[in-house]
């Protein structure tokens, strides 16, 4: 493991402010990921789970403390500094896909690069060997509704790895497929982890805990560790 | 990237599609106003300029009537024979012609048709058509005075007598005049439509005794315009005030520029209102643009969520809205622009089925017109969506993803 970790979380607090209560959702989380780790967070709703995750993907920044990413400080960016930092280096995986509809899958698995700036062609070769990659290599002309729950989710994964990122985080990923689909997809992802890049899944699923290297549970806010 | 924003903007478009072609009708209708209306005036412009310009400086025009007012002409008042002998007195008055004109039927061989005569008194007027107001014929000779010869105009041989040449012979109610020569184009299809007569075989069969609606001065050769003008005023006022015993005579002294001046500034002044009221068209249509992008943003929310999650930066979600506000307007002004020039079309083919009107207008859609128009509504349409992309750009990525 290298000396310095690759998300770093300092005394992390995300305080919410609904009308005049101040709701504290992360309270003071101390936490280190190491690179090419595969962490599930476990939690039930409400206990700060999906807050935790979009503190860490640098998709929100924390009320109080520290987020370090690579030794960098993202709690001092900007949000098109953090959306460079997303795009670059956080490969995004939804629960509910979060493809667009009137784009075929295809151009949904090149979107990320195309907000890099990446060439045409060279977007489109890296995009149809993601989906050849995923099993998907028939099926890239297909809009969204045009394709399974499961077809989806590999279009996502698919999507998530266009820029390479050294990091995947996954809200529940298998949240809206059914069983076997989502043995699969947990396969995928597996395989992702193989390859050396950080896993980190959110869920409320304890069958995904078996793929994990390293359960992080949480509960009101706070962290304990098994 | 830009080619992306394009794809999703037409997807977009194409999705919602009702929507859209809705917004894009109001920019269509505003568009639409100002190239067809502009486009016919500035067929007016050019028929009316086209006209006066071909006028020598030395030529001044006396209309009955008050002031300035260009309508006067068309208003059934007329000069009579003692104004006109007014004209003729007034110092460095050369010729003082009298042209009036009527819608008469005129039969050729088998064809009866109803044609514009228009009157020229060939004795003292020939030389004023031919070197002053640039009268020419293109086949045979210029008619003669008292032989009861006419010229027609360039398009009567094509389009209301077809192959009717000199030496054939008319009849204008019971009488026979023979065809002289062809003009060459004056310039505008009603001119070109009519038919010349000397001013005597005129008042012979229209019937008329005196009474002009218009009157064509030369001045002579070195005397000062502005002057004889003066004189010409003076000498009418006279006449004017003893005949009907009050002190506000009716017409109007015009030189060639004063008469081109009067006719741009009428122009000018439609022209300013045809804008004004097709600019409100516009805006109304570009606060539909509004509504449609805030509608969409709306609906879009967790889809901007998506794009901002994977890397999307503030100014490529503001592109993408502007891309898509911008292209529903220059679509809407590209429909507008068609369908102006169609519309434009047939206000022209309406106009000249209509004997009343004089001057034949040409619908005339000048290349800046269509460029602004097309710029215009582009820019539009982009701003319409500024504030709307502007919302969509500043969505906090964490919220916008979990909107349903």
Same mark, same amino acid.
């Given at each position: 493991m290298s000396s310095k970790p690759q998300i770093k979380l300092d005394k992390v607090k995300k305080t919410y402010r609904i009308g005049k209560i101040d709701l504290e959702v992360l309270k003071g989380i101390d936490l280190e990921v190491e690179a090419g780790e595969f962490i599930v967070l476990l939690g039930p709703s409400g206990s700060g789970k999906s807050t935790l995750l979009n503190v860490m993907s640098c998709l929100d920044v924390p009320t109080e403390g520290h987020v370090y990413l690579d030794g960098q400080d &993202? %709690?001092?960016? /900007?949000e098109d500094q953090l959306a460079g930092v997303r795009g670059r280096k956080i490969g995004f995986v939804f629960q509910q896909f979060n493809l667009l509809h009137h784009l075929s899958a295809l151009e949904n698995v090149t979107l990320p690069a195309v907000f890099q700036g990446r060439s045409e062609s060279q977007r489109k070769k890296r995009a149809a060997d993601l989906l050849e990659s995923v099993g998907l290599g028939e099926r890239m002309d297909h809009t969204p509704p045009e394709l399974s729950g499961g077809e989806k989710q590999r279009v996502a994964i698919a999507r998530s790895l266009i820029n390479d990122p050294e990091i995947i985080v996954a809200d529940e990923p298998t949240g809206e497929v059914d069983t076997d689909t989502g043995k699969k997809i947990m396969g995928i992802l597996t395989d992702l982890h193989e390859e050396g890049r950080t896993i980190i899944i959110v869920t409320h699923d304890l069958e995904l805990v078996d793929y994990a290297q390293r359960v992080i549970r949480i509960r009101d806010g706070v962290l304990s560790e098994k | 990237m830009i080619k992306e924003y394009f794809k999703i903007a037409v997807r977009n478009i194409r999705k919602r599609a009702l929507r859209s072609w809705l917004t894009i009708l109001g920019i269509v209708i505003g568009a639409f106003l100002v190239v067809s209306l502009i486009s016919l005036s500035e067929g007016l412009n050019k028929a009316v300029m086209g006209e006066l310009q071909a &006028? =020598?400086? /030395?030529i001044v025009m006396v209309v009955p009537g008050e002031g300035m007012d260009i309508t006067a002409m068309f208003g059934g008042l007329e000069l009579k024979n003692q104004e006109m002998e007014a004209i003729r007195r007034? !110092? =460095? &008055?050369d010729v003082a012609l009298e042209m009036p004109w009527q819608m008469k039927n005129v039969r050729w061989r088998q064809t009866s048709e109803s044609v514009l005569l228009w009157a020229l008194d060939l004795q003292t007027g020939t030389d004023v058509a031919r070197t002053d107001m640039g009268w020419d014929v293109r086949e045979g000779s210029f008619a003669r005075a008292g032989r009861r010869e006419v010229i027609v105009g360039n398009l009567v041989p094509q389009n209301i007598f077809p192959g009717i040449e000199p030496g054939d012979e008319i009849t204008v109610s019971g009488r026979k005049f023979t065809v002289s020569g062809v003009l060459r184009s004056l310039g505008n299809r009603e001119d070109d439509s009519s038919i010349i007569f000397d001013l005597p075989d005129y008042r012979a069969v229209t019937g008329t005794v005196e009474g002009t609606p218009v009157a064509i001065v030369r001045i002579q050769d070195g005397y000062d315009i502005d002057l004889a003008i003066s004189n010409i005023e003076r000498s009418l006022e006279e006449v004017m005030v003893r005949r !009907? =015993? +009050? +002190? %506000?005579p009716s017409f109007t002294v015009l030189s060639s520029e004063a008469m081109i001046e009067m006719v741009e500034n009428i122009l000018g002044v439609i022209q300013a209102g045809i804008v004004a009221f097709a600019g409100i068209a516009i805006l109304v249509g570009a606060i539909g643009i509004m509504n449609t992008m805030f509608t969409s943003v709306r609906e879009r929310t967790k889809e901007i969520g998506v794009l901002k999650a994977v890397g999307a930066k503030r100014k490529h979600i503001s592109a993408l809205f502007l891309v898509e506000s911008g292209m529903i307007g220059l679509l809407g002004g590209l429909m507008g622009i068609i369908t102006g020039l169609g519309a434009a079309r047939l206000g022209q083919f309406v106009l000249d089925q209509n004997? /009343?009107?004089l001057v034949s207008i040409e619908a005339q859609a000048p290349f800046y017109l269509i460029f602004y128009t097309l710029l215009f509504s582009f820019l539009l349409g982009c701003l319409s969506g500024l504030l709307p992309a502007r919302r969509a750009a500043r969505l906090d990525p964490v919220e916008a993803l979990m909107y349903e």
């Open positions: &993202v %709690s001092l960016l /900007n | &006028v =020598g400086t /030395n007034a !110092r =460095g &008055v !009907r =015993g +009050d +002190d %506000s004997p /009343n009107i």
